[in-house]
């Protein structure tokens, strides 16, 4: 993918929104960074993903049909094998009480949408421990 072989490259990462919008933007945005980008559009493709995928950070939507971040982010915490990945919420709404709502199920961060190119690396960059 990157032929100057940066160490972004080795670095998988999970971008979970049932906007098509925004799964196209972050992974846009992302693998121009040269990292590998695992998309999916609600809850249940992204823990179906998540198991051959293993990403290194999972960035979740809050609002999806079906099966919501919350939801989605208890039940990857909840996984022995993901529980140390980094889950950081994404959400249109910037109320202290999903905020609290994302910790209590186990996020790392949370990004106010719309989000930035830096707002995503500076998520990886903080939370993903990359060997330069």
């Known amino acids: 993918?990157?032929?100057g072989g940066s160490a972004n490259s080795a670095i998988k990462v999970m971008v979970v929104d049932d906007s098509?919008?925004?799964?196209r933007t972050a992974?846009?945005?992302?693998?121009?960074?040269?990292?590998?980008?695992?998309?999916?559009?609600d809850g249940f493709e992204a823990l179906a993903k998540i198991v051959d995928g293993e990403p290194d950070?999972?960035?979740l939507d809050i609002m999806m049909?079906?099966?919501?971040?919350?939801?989605?982010?208890?039940v990857i915490?909840?996984?022995?094998?993901?529980?140390?990945?980094p889950v950081i919420m994404l959400s249109s709404k910037d109320g202290i009480f999903d905020k609290a709502r994302g910790k209590l199920a186990g996020s790392e961060q949370f990004i106010t949408k719309p989000f930035t190119r830096e707002d995503l690396?500076?998520?990886?960059?903080?939370?993903?421990?990359v060997t330069r």
């Open 20 to 23: 098509r919008t925004i799964r």
């Open 57 to 59: 950070i999972v960035f």
């Open 77 to 85: 915490k909840s996984n022995a094998r993901f529980r140390a990945t």
């Open 1 to 3: 993918m990157d032929a």
């Open 121 to 129: 690396l500076d998520a990886i960059q903080q939370h993903v421990h």
């Open 27 to 41: 992974e846009t945005l992302l693998e121009r960074e040269g990292f590998i980008v695992i998309t999916a559009d």
């Open 65 to 74: 049909p079906r099966l919501d971040g919350y939801q989605t982010c208890a």
